[in-house]
Protein backbone atom coordinates (compact mmCIF):
# COMPACT_ATOMS: atom_id res chain seq x y z
CA UNK A 1 0.00 0.00 0.00
CA UNK A 2 0.86 3.67 -0.73
CA UNK A 3 0.42 6.91 0.82
CA UNK A 4 0.35 9.93 -1.00
CA UNK A 5 2.96 12.63 -0.66
CA UNK A 6 1.71 15.45 2.25
CA UNK A 7 2.69 19.05 2.07
CA UNK A 8 4.26 20.17 5.70
CA UNK A 9 2.39 22.76 7.19
CA UNK A 10 5.44 24.53 8.22
CA UNK A 11 7.12 24.53 4.70
CA UNK A 12 4.15 25.43 2.46
CA UNK A 13 3.35 28.63 2.75
CA UNK A 14 0.32 29.64 0.59
CA UNK A 15 1.04 31.38 -2.70
CA UNK A 16 1.29 35.53 -2.84
CA UNK A 17 -2.01 36.93 -4.71
CA UNK A 18 -0.64 38.84 -7.28
CA UNK A 19 -1.54 42.96 -7.04
CA UNK A 20 -2.73 42.53 -11.34
CA UNK A 21 -5.10 39.80 -10.78
CA UNK A 22 -6.26 41.71 -6.95
CA UNK A 23 -6.74 44.66 -8.39
CA UNK A 24 -8.87 42.73 -11.67
CA UNK A 25 -11.00 40.61 -8.97
CA UNK A 26 -9.71 37.60 -10.30
CA UNK A 27 -10.32 34.64 -8.46
CA UNK A 28 -10.62 30.70 -9.20
CA UNK A 29 -8.92 27.66 -8.02
CA UNK A 30 -5.86 26.46 -9.56
CA UNK A 31 -5.25 22.44 -9.27
CA UNK A 32 -1.08 21.69 -9.09
CA UNK A 33 0.91 18.19 -9.83
CA UNK A 34 3.89 18.01 -8.10
CA UNK A 35 5.52 14.69 -7.92
CA UNK A 36 7.56 14.39 -4.74
CA UNK A 37 11.05 12.71 -4.26
CA UNK A 38 11.88 10.61 -1.72
CA UNK A 39 13.65 13.85 -0.04
CA UNK A 40 10.10 15.60 0.33
CA UNK A 41 10.88 18.17 -2.51
CA UNK A 42 9.25 18.31 -5.80
CA UNK A 43 10.78 16.68 -8.93
CA UNK A 44 7.98 18.64 -11.34
CA UNK A 45 5.45 20.60 -10.80
CA UNK A 46 2.85 21.55 -13.72
CA UNK A 47 -0.88 22.53 -13.89
CA UNK A 48 -3.62 20.24 -14.05
CA UNK A 49 -6.18 22.20 -13.79
CA UNK A 50 -5.93 25.83 -14.39
CA UNK A 51 -8.05 29.22 -12.95
CA UNK A 52 -8.42 30.79 -16.39
CA UNK A 53 -5.83 33.23 -14.67
CA UNK A 54 -2.16 32.88 -16.18
CA UNK A 55 -1.24 34.98 -13.16
CA UNK A 56 -2.84 32.91 -10.64
CA UNK A 57 -1.94 29.64 -12.29
CA UNK A 58 1.77 31.12 -12.00
CA UNK A 59 1.25 32.08 -8.60
CA UNK A 60 0.25 28.67 -7.21
CA UNK A 61 3.11 26.25 -9.17
CA UNK A 62 6.08 28.91 -7.96
CA UNK A 63 4.48 28.05 -4.64
CA UNK A 64 4.47 24.40 -4.57
CA UNK A 65 7.94 24.05 -6.03
CA UNK A 66 9.24 25.38 -2.71
CA UNK A 67 7.24 23.84 -0.73
CA UNK A 68 8.19 20.84 1.28
CA UNK A 69 6.42 16.92 1.62
CA UNK A 70 6.27 14.41 3.64
CA UNK A 71 6.79 11.82 0.89
CA UNK A 72 4.85 9.25 0.07
CA UNK A 73 5.24 6.08 1.60
CA UNK A 74 5.35 1.74 0.48
CA UNK A 75 6.06 -0.76 2.45
CA UNK A 76 7.44 1.63 4.68
CA UNK A 77 10.18 2.95 2.75
CA UNK A 78 9.65 6.34 0.83
CA UNK A 79 8.76 6.46 -2.87
CA UNK A 80 8.69 9.24 -5.49
CA UNK A 81 4.81 9.70 -6.10
CA UNK A 82 2.60 12.54 -8.06
CA UNK A 83 -0.19 14.18 -5.94
CA UNK A 84 -2.29 16.94 -6.74
CA UNK A 85 -2.66 20.27 -5.06
CA UNK A 86 -5.82 22.45 -5.35
CA UNK A 87 -4.89 25.75 -4.68
CA UNK A 88 -7.92 28.85 -4.28
CA UNK A 89 -7.57 32.11 -4.46
CA UNK A 90 -10.54 34.54 -3.71
CA UNK A 91 -11.05 37.83 -2.28
Not at 9 to 26: H, I, K, N, T, V
Not at 68 to 89: C, D, K, M, S, W
Amino acid sequence: MTSEPRPLPDQSPPPSYPSASLRRGETGTVVVRATVGTDGRPRRTDVAHSSGSRRLDRAAEDAVRRWRFQPALANGQPVEATVNIPIEFKR
